[in-house]
């Protein structure tokens, strides 16, 4: 018996290829791209997984109704009349997010509070009692998308984001959203098969989601709870088993991972977070300048970094970038360096030229994931050797 169901989960932009990759590789069907989210068809134990086990998701997301809505007061009487004693009691607590796009509806607070007041009338009018609204801590959280004139109504699987891991305590001044850092290290292809650096490792985010990919350790692991864990229906043993074989499949990792920073505090934090995602073993930070160091191994090193943009930091923007790249031309060889800056002026300063340039989004910065190959000798000699091969 088939008891698959649609479910959306939620990405950020230039992401959406990179996360349907992860749901055909967890086993997911349907699978469909669409604008910062991928819908995908799956049973109740796949949404235990995609939640544990996805890098690049946000949300998953479980439809439960869409319909046509012209105005405020057809969005209260189609959300009135929808049957609620399959998702809430009056002594269930539950928390509405909206977003909307869409001329007819401008404000996604309102459609919230409009929202409510139509499930707590209608329980009122029914059992009378009315559940009541918890922002924090809700039993149950839903999710109302207005796009034009279509409404979307879905239960949120997830509660808070899934950027939210459970290993980072202790964060710098500009950290990096964990599922973006993820994404990066996808995008990058990065896969666990050659050394890691992270040279201005900030709080370790790039560092423990590199090890988690390269030991195909589950994203969440050590999150503490999803929204799903207070659903009434809530499978407890399934979960259970669901995590037990998402850990079986994890591999150890025979080579290095290591993260600079100049800031002793950021060190101290990096080592904390890294130690709280039980991640010690593979991975090595210390209190390093990158412009005053050199390649540590002699084979392919992977880079992925995140500097300082201007935007948060105040640096010298043409001096640093600029030791960026006369560092990695003397210093490191056979490297793949990736960076990700919003700052697209800075990067002319780098004096490299890139082999590839990815559109991303950090927060609301609109930025760009850069690759620059060093070569191990000049790329001339590279292309020479392989050409006599």
């Not at 009338?121 to 207005?146: M, S």
């Not at 904390?272 to 005053?292: G, P």
């Not at 084979?299 to 500097?307: A, D, I, R, S």
Request: hydrophobic share 35%; glycine share 6%; charged share 25%.
């Amino acid at each position: 018996m088939n008891n698959n169901f649609k479910m959306i989960a939620k990405t950020l932009f230039g992401f959406e290829e990179i996360l349907a990759k992860e749901l055909r590789n967890l086993g997911a069907s349907n699978v469909v791209e669409g604008v910062r989210n991928v819908s995908f068809d799956g049973d109740t134990g796949f949404m235990y997984k995609a939640n544990l086990c996805l890098r690049t998701a946000i949300k998953i997301l479980k439809p439960i109704h869409s319909f046509y809505v012209r105005d405020e007061k057809d969005l209260y009487r189609k959300i009135y009349d929808m049957d609620w004693s399959a998702y809430l009691t009056a002594d269930t607590t539950f928390a509405i997010d909206t977003t909307v796009n869409s001329e007819n509806f401008t404000h996604s607070l309102y459609v919230s509070q409009k929202s409510k007041d139509a499930i707590v009338d209608k329980f009122r009018d029914t059992v009378g009692r009315r559940p009541d609204v918890d922002i924090k801590f809700p039993d149950v959280r839903l999710n109302i998308h207005i796009q034009k004139n279509q409404c979307n109504v879905a239960l949120d699987t997830s509660g808070r984001s899934l950027h939210h891991r459970g290993y980072r305590t202790a964060t710098n001044i500009a950290p990096i959203n964990e599922v973006l850092a993820a994404g990066l290290l996808l995008l990058s292809g990065w896969d666990g098969q050659c050394d890691f650096l992270d040279p201005m490792c900030g709080s370790g985010t790039f560092l423990t989601e590199a090890a988690m990919i390269a030991c195909k350790i589950p994203a969440n692991i050590n999150r503490k709870e999803f929204a799903f864990e207070k659903w009434d229906d809530f499978d407890e043993d399934l979960f259970d088993k669901i995590v037990e074989s998402s850990l079986n499949k994890t591999r150890e990792f025979r080579y290095k991972i290591g993260g600079y920073d100049k800031a002793p505090s950021a060190v101290r934090k990096a080592q904390d977070n890294i130690s709280n995602a039980n991640l010690s073993e593979y991975i090595t930070v210390e209190r390093e300048n990158f412009f005053e160091t050199e390649k540590y191994t002699e084979g392919q090193l992977h880079m992925v970094f995140n500097p300082p943009y201007g935007e948060r930091l105040n640096i010298e923007m043409e001096t640093f970038y600029s030791n960026i790249g006369d560092t990695l031309k003397q210093k490191y060889p056979g490297t793949d360096a990736w960076l990700i800056t919003s700052n697209l002026e800075a990067l002319k300063f780098v004096g490299l030229r890139p082999s590839r340039k990815i559109k991303v989004f950090n927060s609301h910065l609109e930025s760009r994931l850069v690759k620059y190959v060093m070569y191990a000798g000049s790329k001339k000699a590279k292309y020479n050797k392989t050409i006599k091969e």
